[in-house]
Nanobody
Framework: VQLQAFGGGSVQTGGSLRLSCTAS??????????MGWFRQAPGKEREFIAG??????NYADSVKGRFFISRDNAKNTVYLQMSSLKPEDTAVYYC????????????????????WGQGTQVTVSS
């Protein structure tokens, strides 16, 4: 599976962006994969932001109420709608796919994911 993320850019505080991540390659149907978004700011560890697997959705506390993850299994794509952006949201954002994702729970640790996209930069200025 190959993942390609799109949609990063530069916005001002309070702005919005939508990230997209499209999966391609042979294997199971996209709906069987758990999908997640992570981010990594300079000098910091990669952190879980949002994930969706089966009927489960999970968000980091830092983005709850501001970010929304969705997926279109027919398009092999997962989205991250980001609103009310803050300077501390500045980071490289990565999408990730988990083989055989659980129907009832979302993986939140990076080692639980098997495939990673290339990352897309999000910069929020004050």
């Amino acid at each position: 599976v190959q993942l390609q993320a799109f949609g990063g850019g530069s916005v001002q505080t309070g702005g919005s962006l939508r990230l997209s991540c499209t999966a391609s390659g042979p294997g199971r149907t996209f709906s069987n994969y758990g999908m997640g978004w992570f981010r990594q700011a300079p000098g910091k560890e990669r952190e879980f932001i949002a994930g969706r697997s089966g009927i489960s959705t999970n968000y980091a506390d830092s983005v709850k109420g501001r970010f929304f993850i969705s997926r279109d299994n027919a398009k092999n794509t997962v989205y991250l709608q980001m609103s009310s952006l803050k300077p501390e949201d500045t980071a490289v954002y990565y999408c990730a796919a988990q083989r055989g994702g659980s129907y009832l729970s979302t993986a939140v640790r990076s080692y639980e994911y098997d495939y990673w996209g290339q990352g897309t930069q999000v910069t929020v200025s004050s």
